[in-house]
């Protein structure tokens, strides 16, 4: 049953006598409670921060005053009594509520600062349960809670970054603080708690591998806003959300004009991308447009690769994203800066390629000291109306696959090794997808397509366009492999492609129809494996 409201009128102005301070991250603590106690409030604290305060020199009582119980329990237990509660939760102009906290000398309190254990931080370091444990905070949530909930009598700070705010409404308001920004403040403050919490239930289903929690709670902290989001008339900001994983929203922007939301989509479809290839192995280059890929290859270097990359499609490539799995090098920048190209994402650059793209400054280039694990584990997450889906990354590589050739005609080693490539690159590509590969680069791309035959034809389509342009006698389509994110339903998918001059195929398998589908592959001479794996992506 709810709990009923008692009729309660919020001041406009309430003006700030008492603070009570007790922070885990004391940036800006001192400057802040001198700035405080010039303005005649009176400081209370806990012990490490009244400690620090009292060393600055200033006046400050111990919250033990106001409790009349010390702190127990290596500071387990030093906030949660009433006479901290009552001071934060109490009506003041409640006949009752003012009873009560005169009868156990309960003081008001009418700002509680209030930042927590770094929780967050400790799990990122990865310590063991019984540190990740003890720094979860309770006192501090309570306390922000209690005071975010009666907003109506004070005002409650839980970011270092508000100080200065703090202090700019405390002189507009002669002292006192508005409704309206104690409201704000509240806002802030169960925001804080939530994601607090959010990570402290992530940490647990993560460390107890639970796949499908009964609740799952997301957090993130406000990177940095957009001008707009999808289209001007949307906003959107970046949240960070504590996942290490390298990547368009950690990386350091060396320099270029401010991202927007489709960058940072690409950018990360593409990074990502790039990170399926191995770079001890292979320099890959991939160049993204709308989230799909419109030019990939590998090769011995990147300059290699980003050439073979552009030829797949240079009209689609033009103000694209650019991402590398090794650290860019002169050559390649000056190649890539040829072209107006709006992202350029990679592990390192050196001196000299931060020099070339130096010279195009609104260009973007977003470094970020690694590449991810494409095996690693995680969680992605897509909104729908009224919901959101959860699931597992498709942390699947073709590397790890048993590739059964189900064809009479076994593939050569070249078609081999072009169709593992086709598949690492289908993975990314929306679905439908289809991708004809020759010589470690992508020759023809077919995304996002309603049904899996028109994506071959598109591919075949467009890679005879590239052909044209590059003046060549044919398409590159002819001699190539082509790989399906999931099994031909029928053999006209893989017929168009025979069409189109492929001599391999790469798919799934799985299809009720997978024998007349094989069927088709050896009349026309076709050889084939089934991967055993769908990599659909929408
Ligand atoms: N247990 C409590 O009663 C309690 N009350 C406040 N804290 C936290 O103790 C920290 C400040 O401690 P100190 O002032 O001793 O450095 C803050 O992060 C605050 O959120 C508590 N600690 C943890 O729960």
Same mark, same amino acid.
């Given at each position: 049953?709810?709990?009923?409201?008692?009729?309660?009128?919020?001041?406009?102005?309430?003006?700030?006598?008492?603070?009570?301070?007790?922070?885990?991250?004391?940036?800006?603590?001192?400057?802040?409670?001198?700035?405080?106690?010039?303005?005649?409030?009176?400081?209370?604290?806990?012990?490490?921060?009244?400690?620090?305060?009292?060393?600055?020199?200033?006046?400050?009582?111990?919250?033990?005053?106001?409790?009349?119980?010390?702190?127990?329990?290596?500071?387990?237990?030093?906030?949660?009594?009433?006479?901290?509660?009552?001071?934060?939760?109490?009506?003041?102009?409640?006949?009752?509520?003012?009873?009560?906290?005169?009868?156990?000398?309960?003081?008001?309190?009418?700002?509680?600062?209030?930042?927590?254990?770094?929780?967050?931080?400790?799990?990122?370091?990865?310590?063991?349960?019984?540190?990740?444990?003890?720094?979860?905070?309770?006192?501090?949530?309570?306390?922000?809670?209690?005071?975010?909930?009666?907003?109506?009598?004070?005002?409650?700070?839980?970011?270092?970054?508000?100080?200065?705010?703090?202090?700019?409404?405390?002189?507009?308001?002669?002292?006192?603080?508005?409704?309206?920004?104690?409201?704000?403040?509240?806002?802030?403050?169960?925001?804080?708690?939530?994601?607090?919490?959010?990570?402290?239930?992530?940490?647990?289903?993560?460390?107890?591998?639970?796949?499908?929690?009964?609740?799952?709670?997301?957090?993130?902290?406000?990177?940095?806003?957009?001008?707009?989001?999808?289209?001007?008339?949307?906003?959107?900001?970046?949240?960070?959300?504590?996942?290490?994983?390298?990547?368009?929203?950690?990386?350091?922007?060396?320099?270029?004009?401010?991202?927007?939301?489709?960058?940072?989509?690409?950018?990360?479809?593409?990074?990502?991308?790039?990170?399926?290839?191995?770079?001890?192995?292979?320099?890959?280059?991939?160049?993204?447009?709308?989230?799909?890929?419109?030019?990939?290859?590998?090769?011995?270097?990147?300059?290699?690769?980003?050439?073979?990359?552009?030829?797949?499609?240079?009209?689609?490539?033009?103000?694209?994203?650019?991402?590398?799995?090794?650290?860019?090098?002169?050559?390649?920048?000056?190649?890539?800066?040829?072209?107006?190209?709006?992202?350029?994402?990679?592990?390192?650059? !050196?001196?000299?390629?931060?020099?070339?793209?130096?010279?195009?400054?609104?260009?973007?280039?977003?470094?970020?000291?690694?590449?991810?694990?494409?095996?690693?584990?995680?969680?992605?997450?897509?909104?729908?109306?009224?919901?959101?889906?959860?699931?597992?990354?498709?942390?699947?590589?073709?590397?790890?696959?048993?590739?059964?050739?189900? !064809?009479?005609?076994?593939?050569?080693?070249?078609?081999?090794?072009?169709?593992?490539?086709?598949?690492?690159?289908?993975?990314?590509?929306?679905?439908?997808?289809?991708?004809?590969?020759?010589?470690?680069?992508?020759?023809?791309?077919?995304?996002?397509?309603?049904?899996?035959?028109?994506?071959?034809?598109?591919?075949?389509?467009?890679?005879?366009?590239?052909?044209?342009?590059?003046?060549?006698?044919?398409?590159?389509?002819?001699?190539?492999?082509?790989?399906?994110?999931?099994?031909?339903?029928?053999?006209?998918?893989?017929?168009?492609?025979?069409?189109?001059?492929?001599?391999?195929?790469?798919?799934?398998?799985?299809?009720?129809?997978?024998?007349?589908?094989?069927?088709?592959?050896?009349?026309?001479?076709?050889?084939?494996?089934?991967?055993?794996?769908?990599?659909?992506?929408?």
């Amino acid at each position: 049953m709810a709990v009923a409201a008692k009729s309660i009128t919020p001041p406009d102005r309430v003006a700030i006598r008492r603070a009570l301070l007790s922070v885990s991250d004391k940036t800006g603590l001192i400057e802040f409670a001198q700035a405080l106690a010039a303005r005649g409030v009176e400081l209370v604290s806990t012990g490490g921060t009244r400690k620090s305060l009292a060393e600055a020199g200033l006046a400050v009582r111990d919250v033990s005053e106001l409790t009349g119980f010390p702190e127990i329990m290596d500071g387990r237990v030093k906030t949660l009594h009433p006479g901290v509660h009552g001071a934060l939760l109490g009506i003041r102009d409640d006949a009752e509520h003012a009873q009560a906290m005169e009868t156990h000398k309960i003081a008001p309190i009418d700002l509680l600062v209030v930042n927590l254990y770094p929780f967050e931080e400790v799990r990122q370091k990865g310590a063991d349960w019984a540190n990740t444990v003890e720094n979860i905070d309770i006192g501090g949530p309570a306390m922000i809670r209690a005071a975010a909930k009666n907003h109506a009598y004070l005002a409650c700070v839980t970011d270092p970054a508000d100080y200065a705010s703090v202090l700019d409404a405390l002189d507009e308001g002669d002292g006192a603080l508005s409704y309206e920004f104690r409201k704000t403040l509240a806002a802030r403050a169960f925001a804080r708690t939530a994601t607090y919490d959010a990570a402290i239930a992530g940490w647990f289903a993560d460390a107890l591998d639970i796949q499908a929690p009964a609740r799952f709670a997301l957090g993130g902290k406000l990177a940095s806003s957009m001008r707009y989001g999808e289209n001007p008339h949307q906003q959107a900001g970046l949240y960070l959300t504590g996942e290490q994983r390298p990547g368009a929203a950690l990386a350091r922007v060396v320099q270029g004009k401010a991202l927007s939301f489709n960058n940072l989509n690409d950018t990360d479809a593409a990074f990502e991308l790039a990170a399926e290839f191995d770079a001890s192995r292979t320099a890959a280059a991939i160049i993204v447009k709308h989230a799909n890929p419109c030019g990939v290859a590998e090769g011995p270097d990147l300059l290699d690769a980003y050439r073979k990359a552009l030829a797949c499609d240079p009209i689609s490539a033009f103000g694209g994203i650019v991402a590398f799995n090794q650290k860019l090098d002169a050559d390649t920048a000056r190649a890539v800066v040829e072209i107006f190209t709006e992202v350029i994402i990679a592990p390192e650059a !050196s001196d000299e390629a931060l020099q070339v793209i130096a010279a195009k400054k609104n260009l973007r280039l977003l470094l970020t000291g690694a590449m991810p694990d494409p095996r690693a584990g995680g969680r992605v997450l897509r909104t729908i109306a009224g919901g959101f889906l959860l699931q597992n990354r498709d942390a699947q590589s073709v590397d790890d696959l048993d590739l059964r050739i189900v !064809s009479r005609r076994e593939p050569s080693a070249q078609e081999l090794a072009d169709m593992r490539f086709a598949f690492r690159v289908t993975k990314h590509v929306k679905s439908n997808a289809i991708v004809y590969a020759k010589n470690g680069a992508t020759v023809g791309i077919g995304a996002g397509q309603m049904s899996r035959v028109d994506a071959s034809r598109i591919a075949a389509w467009k890679a005879r366009d590239a052909a044209e342009a590059a003046g060549l006698a044919e398409p590159q389509t002819l001699g190539s492999v082509v790989a399906s994110d999931a099994f031909f339903p029928f053999a006209d998918g893989l017929l168009a492609a025979a069409e189109a001059g492929a001599t391999a195929v790469i798919q799934p398998g799985g299809s009720m129809r997978d024998e007349d589908v094989i069927k088709a592959a050896d009349e026309a001479g076709l050889a084939m494996v089934f991967t055993g794996v769908r990599h659909f992506r929408h």
